[in-house]
């Protein structure tokens, strides 16, 4: 596709229910990144991949939350026994990897935990 | 405090109108800067990169002062379709490259 594809775009979740969400990047992009964005907030860092290499994971919230990509494209990020508090928006972005190449971002999937 | 500061907002202004946001960074190692918006439910896509020199994209006009770690976005000439949430944001390169997302400034242009 042409562009960054998340899914699922809606996912409701049982608390306690463990989630998985999906990041297609562009094709040949090295950098991705995740980011929780809560209502009324800007996007909250969670984690970076450069290639298949987790190279920053300062963000995630709690050892709850995991990424990976294993062959360097696309990403997953899961969340344990999710908790009313990790409902928000969660992005994903790709870029070219360079300083001033610009992060395409995905939908977001909207994760609300009941 | 958080590494990128903006004013929420909101800004209500008329068409037309000239109105100016303000960002503040506090990681001096931060190389690169951007202006996103982002639109009510939508993804942020870019609006401009910001350099040092100050850069002009038709109406909207970037500054960076490294000196006082300082973002602008000047929108001149208001559209009714410039209504959404500017995001402020700083790129720090390095083993782990990071965007760092201010909270954003929403802006409302009316009739």
């Known amino acids: 596709g042409a562009g960054v594809s998340q899914s699922p775009r809606y996912k409701v979740a049982k608390r306690g229910q463990d989630v998985a969400l999906r990041c297609d990047p562009i094709?040949?992009?090295?950098?991705l990144f995740w980011y929780q964005q809560a209502l009324g907030q800007g996007p909250e860092f969670l984690t970076y991949?450069?290639?298949?290499?987790?190279?920053?994971k300062s963000g995630l919230p709690s050892d709850r939350f995991f990424a990976e990509r294993p062959e360097g494209s696309v990403s997953t990020l899961k969340i344990q026994r999710t908790q009313q508090e990790d409902s928000a928006v969660y992005l994903c972005?790709?870029?070219?990897?360079?300083?001033?190449?610009?992060?395409?971002f995905g939908q977001g999937t909207r994760l609300t935990v009941v | 405090r958080k590494e990128v500061e903006q004013d929420p907002g909101p800004f209500n202004v008329p068409e037309g109108a000239t109105v100016a946001f303000n960002c503040t960074y506090s990681?001096?190692?931060?190389?690169?800067f951007f202006w996103y918006r982002q639109d009510c439910r939508k993804e942020p896509k870019l609006l401009m990169s910001?350099?040092?020199?100050?850069n002009e994209d038709g109406r909207f006009t970037a500054q960076l002062n490294r000196a006082s770690q300082y973002i602008s976005l000047l929108i001149r000439d208001s559209k009714l379709s410039d209504s959404a949430t500017y995001l402020c944001?700083?790129?720090?390169w390095g083993g782990g490259n990071k965007l760092t997302f201010g909270t954003g400034t929403q802006l409302k242009v009316e009739l």
């Open positions: 910001v350099y040092s020199s100050g």
């Open positions: 990681n001096s190692a931060s190389q690169s």
């Open positions: 991949f450069q290639n298949e290499a987790q190279l920053d």
């Open positions: 944001v700083a790129f720090t």
């Open positions: 972005a790709s870029s070219l990897g360079q300083v001033n190449t610009e992060a395409f």
């Open positions: 094709s040949g992009h090295v950098s």
